[in-house]
């Protein structure tokens, strides 16, 4: 019984892995362009009709207005800088942010455009709480004092005006270069109003990933809201920022000196739509781009949390850190990926050394252990105290090869978030086919490189099957993560690659050194007889 329950673990860990977390993933990759289409008519209809939220507490309660997107686009003004070009409209919103890099290419080649004309609110849009001022708002444009501005190493700054009945509304913005920006909003009179980071960029959007909103609250907690649960959801009181994004890209408001009052508002099937409640003298930051650990942290390092990674975080964020290093030193995040997959292996060989010893055990105990399950076959307690006093007496563990794995999957686990929603492997190199490790790998090399090290692998681990069908599970499992492995970011078929390699070394090592030392020699009764 305790040798059939150590194999049914073994399957159950590994037919887990496989299918339940990569089927997952496989079934659930949706490209951008079939979610942004559900989206476009949905969310039009969903922003007429925003709701107030409820709540007990003082800023939840605020009731942001309703209104209906412009959809006449009057360009007033544009920003362009060395990473990025903004519009901004005649209602002051930014209502196109491209980026400008090279590597920031669309499928066509196109520039990266991360405010989606059918998602509206744009950023920086302002809804009044008083109906009449709400409605003339959006009925008049504002003016500028500049319609075109070059943002310069220092920050670059441009004014916009908007001239009401008996209300004067100024935005004003410097822009600096990495796409950070300064906003100070100026009313002559005190008015009840809202301004918004605008919906969640809908570049890099599918079904696993993380896409909604962050809140950092003002005690250091970080509450995530993905889409399509914002329903019910609270506001906060001083938050240090709020912020909407997709898998690569985020657009965020942000004071950590006197935190934001912020409103969440359900839209488009109760997903996040985030709200500052403003005063009539108002200063805050923003930022809007690629959610680059080196850049957020280049503006400021409490930026960096909008890097979602899930349950895990906490693994996975010294994961990155170590991840960023070795680029440091390598100049090749290909590599650098190469080099932590051989660090992990060797802080977690102890473990691995234990697990691969323990099945060694096993199978050199697997003749009698047959002996054993014939000789008392019907009768389980005796053949489950025989086997106890057998494993007992050679110091086997049946558990033993499973226990080290399942302690190893939370980290598996954290590099895989690390490696599907780090933006720095877009466009990153690693060596000849491979130009780009966060897309898969246009030739299959590495799915199929990656198969046939698991095979081999699996040929030098020594197994103890009683059952035949579950063997032969096993022998299809390489087949198995082959096939997932071929959509799979190149970036994360080469971790898993490189992590096979290193495992037949470990392994290969393991097996010479138990056959040396001999630590197991068992005699069957029969033979002993004779």
Partial sequence: MIDKLSNQSRIIIATVLSFLFFATYNHFFIPKK?????QETKLEKSVKTTAPISSSTPIASSKVPTTTTQKKEEIIATVIADKYEIK???????????????KYKDENGERIQLVDSELAPYPLEIRFADESINKQAFATSYTTSSSSIKVGAKGTQITLTQSLSGLQVQKILTFYPEGNYNLHVKLDSSKEYFITPGFRPNAAVDKYTFHGSLIKEADETLRVIKDGDAVGEKGSIAAQFAASSDRYYATMLYNFDTGLDVVISPVHEESPLLFVKGK?????????????HKVLTSIDPKLTDVIEYGFFTFISRPLFKL???????????????????????????????????????LKALSPKIKELQAKYKGDKQKLNTHMMELYKKHGANPMGGCLPILLQIPVFFAIYRVLQNAIELKGAAWILWIQDLAIMDPYYILPIAMGITMFLNQRITPTNFTDP????????????????FVTFPAGLTLYW???????????????SLFAKNKPIEVVSTKKAKK
Wanted: proline share 3%.
């Fill in 280 to 292: 009539s003298d108002l200063k805050l930051s923003g930022y809007i781009g690629p959610k680059n």
């Fill in 34 to 38: 079939e979610i942004a289409t559900q």
């Fill in 323 to 361: 991840l960023h290093f070795l680029h440091s030193m390598t100049g090749n995040w290909g590599w650098a990926i190469v080099f932590m997959t051989l660090l992990i292996r060797l802080v977690l060989f102890p473990l691995t050394y234990k697990g691969m010893m323990s099945m060694n055990k």
């Fill in 469 to 484: 069908m579950q063997e032969k599970i096993m022998k299809f499992l390489p087949l198995i993560f082959t096939f997932f």
């Fill in 497 to 511: 690659f490189t992590n096979n390699l290193f495992s037949i070394a470990q392994q290969y090592y393991v097996n």
């Fill in 88 to 102: 901004i409209d005649r209602l002051g919103r930014i209502s196109k942010f491209y980026l400008r890099e090279k």
